[in-house]
């Protein structure tokens, strides 16, 4: 019914923000993600999406047009609702969760409040040809089509540290540093994080 509703933000916080249309405001959800883009914003379009239910008719807004894609597939899948796929926009964002279901990666999964193993095991299970279809392996893979990752894991699991928790840290790593990043510092710095 509404594609976007832009105009001031009159409120916001990370659960929700009122965007004044015109002297209309509309009470829009949105995800933690979506609040970082939008936090020191004035003015913003918000995508929408709206889910009408017997008791209420509520408002789902975006800042990009991959995050609303994303939630729309996650409340395609049974026992997925809006608001559980919002906590997990707010826990991941649109490409850690895609990584995390191209990957089969459970674990990190999980972690999302409200998200147990059957749960997880359905989002891969449901979205994994979805997401592989409608993403291009140059903005999801890339952390894990990166040669300096894998010969710092093999480093660092040589070291004798748990594979888990390296793949954890360089992750985290090449997303705060870049994927360019040398091999050496990348190895120096996850040793000073592990």
Do not use: W
Request: aromatic share 6%; hydrophobic share 45%; glycine share 6%.
């Amino acid at each position: 019914m509404f594609a976007y509703v832009e105009g001031l933000l009159t409120e916001k916080n990370p659960a929700y923000a009122v965007v004044d249309c015109t002297g209309v405001g509309y009470l829009v959800h949105i995800s933690l993600h979506t609040y970082t883009q939008i936090k020191d914003l004035t003015n913003a379009r918000l995508l929408t999406h709206l889910i009408v239910r017997e008791d209420a008719h509520l408002l789902y807004g975006f800042f990009t047009e991959e995050e609303r894609r994303i939630f729309k597939l996650l409340i395609s899948v049974s026992g997925i609702g809006s608001n559980t796929a919002r906590m997990i926009l707010s826990s991941l964002s649109p490409k850690e969760l895609i990584q995390a279901i191209l990957a089969g990666n459970e674990p990190l999964l999980k972690k999302v409040k409200g998200i147990g193993a059957k749960t997880a095991q359905r989002l891969i299970l449901e979205l994994k040809d979805k997401v592989s279809k409608d993403s291009r392996p140059e903005d999801f893979g890339s952390l894990y089509n990166n040669t300096n990752r894998e010969e710092a894991l093999s480093a660092l699991v040589i070291l004798g540290f748990a594979r888990p928790a390296v793949e954890k840290a360089l992750d985290g790593l090449l997303r705060e540093h870049g994927m360019a990043i040398p091999v050496e510092q990348l190895i120096r710095l996850a040793l000073k994080v592990l």
